[in-house]
Nanobody, 120 residues
Framework: QVQLVESGGGLVQAGGSLRLSCAAT????????MDWYRQAPGKQRELVAFITSDGSTNYTDSVKGRFTISRDNAKNTMYLQMNSLKPEDTAVYYC??????????????WGQGTQVSVSS
């Protein structure tokens, strides 16, 4: 069974940095696009950044120049390096990935979420 396991959240002061990780485990044949979403209290979940299987990336405007998404295909792991954090970055961060299992099944999987809190 495929799972996404996140780590790296925490509490940081404004201007600080955090690095999130999202590791895919299970019977994985291929990982297509991988994404980071976030959901702040009282707000809808929003796409923060995505990275394709060949490494192309895109970011929502509010994090451009501050966040960097990357992936290590050998480790089936995705990262989100977050620098110059602002209080408005406070949210639960979720990773998502489209994964093909060895049995041929393709599915969209979510991590459990990790809290990022930025104090002013």
């Amino acid at each position: 069974q495929v799972q996404l396991v996140e780590s790296g959240g925490g509490l940081v002061q404004a201007g600080g940095s955090l690095r999130l990780s999202c590791a895919a485990t299970g019977s994985i044949s291929f990982i297509n696009a991988m994404d980071w979403y976030r959901q702040a209290p009282g707000k809808q979940r929003e796409l923060v950044a995505f990275i394709t299987s060949d490494g192309s990336t895109n970011y929502t405007d509010s994090v451009k120049g501050r966040f960097t998404i990357s992936r290590d295909n050998a480790k089936n792991t995705m990262y989100l390096q977050m620098n110059s954090l602002k209080p408005e970055d406070t949210a639960v961060y979720y990773c998502n990935a489209v994964i093909r299992s060895w049995n041929g099944r393709v599915g969209s999987y979510w991590g459990q979420g990790t809290q990022v809190s930025v104090s002013s």
